[in-house]
C-alpha cells in the first residue's frame, strides 16, 4: 500500500503562483513515475506534469513555460511549482504514482488539493 498526501492548494489571485507537496509513503526512488493530475467537475482528469524515477520530467502544452515539477528524493516529495496562475487552472489537483513489480503496474492517486484562481 503505498500513500499519497497532497498540500499547498488554496485561493490565489490571476498570475499569482502556487506550490504544491505531495508526500510519499515509501522511498519514491522505488516508483517509477509521478506526476500531477487535475480535474473539474464534469470533465476527465487530466495529466498535467510528470516525472520518471530518473528526474525526466513531462509537461502538457497547457502549463509549459508555467508549471514546474520536482522531486526530493530524500524526504519523498514530490513539488509542482505553479506560476503565472489563470482561471482555467482551477481544479482539483491530484498527486500520481506507478510503481512497477514483477507482478505488474499499480496506480495510487492521492485525495486531491483544490487550487482555485480568481480574483
Known amino acids: 500500500q503505498v500513500q499519497l498526501v497532497e498540500s499547498g492548494g488554496g485561493l490565489v489571485q490571476p498570475g499569482g503562483s502556487l506550490r504544491l507537496s505531495c508526500a510519499a509513503s515509501?522511498?519514491?526512488?522505488?516508483?517509477?513515475?509521478m506526476g500531477w493530475y487535475r480535474q473539474v467537475p464534469g470533465k476527465q482528469r487530466e495529466l498535467v506534469a510528470s516525472i520518471t524515477s530518473y528526474g525526466t520530467p513531462y509537461y502538457v502544452d497547457a502549463v509549459k513555460g508555467r508549471f514546474a515539477i520536482s522531486r526530493d528524493v530524500a524526504e519523498n516529495k514530490m513539488y509542482l511549482q505553479m506560476n503565472d496562475l489563470a482561471p482555467d487552472d482551477t481544479a482539483v489537483y491530484y498527486c500520481?504514482?506507478?510503481?512497477?513489480?514483477?507482478?505488474?503496474?499499480?496506480?495510487?492517486w492521492g485525495q486531491g488539493t483544490q487550487v482555485t484562481v480568481s480574483s
Open positions: 515509501i522511498d519514491i526512488i522505488n516508483l517509477r513515475i
Open positions: 500520481h504514482a506507478q510503481r512497477v513489480e514483477w507482478s505488474g503496474a499499480t496506480d495510487y
